[in-house]
């Protein structure tokens, strides 16, 4: 099968890589790696866990998250086994994450798997941290990168390395799916290659590296997980990883329970979990008017990989996990405690999930010694400003109405 293999979750069928992004259009491909033990290599940053990327070789760019016992907030929610995974910048505990999170995970095994597969010009949907993810990598390497990006996030995409000719930024009219649908058509063009998002096993298995971290931190699986999440891509990652964990027999044999957390603004996830639904259905989706109330907009998607075979709710189901929509306030009040009582700033996403860890222990969702992992997914944007000057990236061209003439002048 060579280092690994892609597995259609819809057909059960073997497939080898051509980065094949879909087997069926109602399932997901999954990775399954010849070596079935967690082996930790001589190699910098994510390239450590390569033996369960899904690549043959490896590069010098990629940081790593970090894992540790929390003894701030742990102390304020009187829990006994917190672990904090946090992709940010905090070099004084060996966090180097300069775009501040953990999409940039996802970037450098996607680069990689393209480079091995078909070389083609990486397309990239994304509202802000995702593309700062990919910009960042991009610029370092010199590879190309078509990034498309709601006009109204682009003060998100920003890099602190200088800014690189083999990038082009395509602004959207529109919210994030409107970028992704953009990005979609570009992807199909002659010389383009969609990343993939959800599809793509790389980027996945990318952000499967938090929980890979987190064991060489706790010796075992957790037994709780908790996320926020727009696409719930990341609880997806977090779940195939543990049962790889669980195929290596050194880690125990049961599946963290997922407890993943929206904005209460827009939550189609929350919305249909908590009806019981395999899928999401059009009123389980607010209006995208809606999206400039959330505390953060970066978790919208209108249209998440939930009912897909192997996607959210399959996850959810598995892992016996719980969604929770999280208002403004108390994501307020999460962040507040989490940056006094840990000592660094975190973005708002991860506020939500501190906020989904706070209503957890009030609700008797977890006990006081449980093994808990709290997935900090950026932070540290303060320190990064004062060590580096962020330069911003300005689009190439601004579209209306989908209008992909704009977009071949440009690219």
């Known amino acids: 099968m060579g280092r690994y293999q892609l597995r259609c979750l819809q057909c059960n069928r073997i497939i080898s890589d051509h980065y094949t992004l879909r087997c069926h259009d109602d399932a997901?491909?999954?990775?399954?790696?010849?070596?079935?033990?967690?082996?930790?290599?001589?190699?910098?940053?994510?390239?450590?866990?390569?033996?369960?990327?899904?690549?043959?070789?490896?590069?010098?760019?990629?940081?790593?998250?970090?894992?540790?016992?929390?003894?701030?907030?742990?102390?304020?929610?009187?829990?006994?086994?917190?672990?904090?995974?946090f992709s940010g910048y905090l070099p004084e505990r060996g966090a180097f994450i300069r775009t501040c999170s953990f999409k940039e995970l996802e970037a450098p095994a996607t680069f990689q798997r393209s480079i091995e597969h078909d070389k083609k010009t990486l397309v990239i949907p994304s509202a802000g941290n995702t593309a700062r993810a990919f910009a960042q990598i991009a610029s370092k390497a010199g590879f190309p990168l078509v990034i498309v990006i709601p006009t109204s996030d682009l003060f998100r995409l920003w890099i602190t390395n200088d800014?690189?000719?083999?990038?082009?930024?395509?602004?959207?009219?529109?919210?994030?799916?409107?970028?992704?649908?953009?990005?979609?058509?570009?992807?199909?063009?002659?010389?383009?290659?969609?990343?993939?998002g959800a599809r793509n096993v790389a980027r996945r298995d990318g952000m499967g590296v938090v929980m890979l971290d987190s064991v060489l931190s706790m010796k075992r699986l957790p037994e709780h997980y908790f996320q926020a999440i727009g696409s719930g891509t990341g609880g997806i990652a977090a779940y195939e990883a543990s049962l790889r964990l669980i195929g290596d027999g050194r880690f125990g044999n049961h599946?963290?329970?997922?407890?993943?957390?929206?904005?209460?603004?827009?939550?189609?996830?929350?919305?249909?979990?908590?009806?019981?639904?395999?899928?999401?259905?059009?009123?389980?989706?607010?209006?995208?008017?809606?999206?400039?109330?959330?505390?953060?907009?970066?978790?919208?998607?209108?249209?998440?990989?939930?009912?897909?075979?192997?996607?959210?709710?399959?996850?959810?189901?598995?892992?016996?996990?719980?969604?929770?929509?999280?208002?403004?306030?108390?994501?307020?009040?999460?962040?507040?405690?989490?940056?006094?009582?840990e000592g660094v700033d975190i973005l708002r996403p991860a506020a939500i999930a501190v906020a989904a860890l706070c209503r957890a222990v009030d609700n008797n969702n977890v006990d006081s010694g449980d093994t808990i992992l709290l997935n900090i997914t950026g932070g540290g944007l303060s320190r990064v400003k004062e060590d580096y000057t962020l330069n911003h990236l300005d689009a190439d061209v601004v579209v209306t109405d989908g209008n992909i003439d704009e977009v071949m002048e440009v690219l």
């Open 163 to 196: 800014p690189s000719d083999s990038i082009r930024v395509i602004a959207v009219d529109g919210d994030y799916y409107d970028a992704i649908m953009l990005g979609d058509r570009i992807g199909q063009m002659n010389g383009f290659q969609s990343e993939g």
């Open 28 to 85: 997901l491909l999954r990775t399954e790696y010849q070596e079935r033990k967690l082996i930790i290599k001589d190699l910098p940053g994510i390239w450590k866990f390569s033996e369960w990327l899904p690549v043959s070789g490896s590069m010098e760019i990629g940081d790593a998250p970090i894992t540790y016992k929390s003894e701030g907030i742990a102390r304020e929610l009187g829990l006994h086994n917190l672990y904090i995974s």
């Open 255 to 341: 599946i963290p329970r997922l407890h993943l957390a929206q904005d209460s603004v827009f939550a189609p996830i929350f919305n249909a979990w908590s009806r019981n639904r395999s899928k999401i259905i059009p009123e389980d989706v607010p209006d995208k008017s809606r999206i400039k109330e959330m505390y953060t907009d970066i978790l919208s998607n209108r249209n998440p990989p939930y009912s897909l075979r192997g996607g959210v709710a399959d996850a959810l189901a598995s892992a016996s996990g719980l969604v929770y929509a999280i208002g403004n306030e108390e994501a307020c009040d999460a962040k507040r405690l989490f940056e006094d009582s």
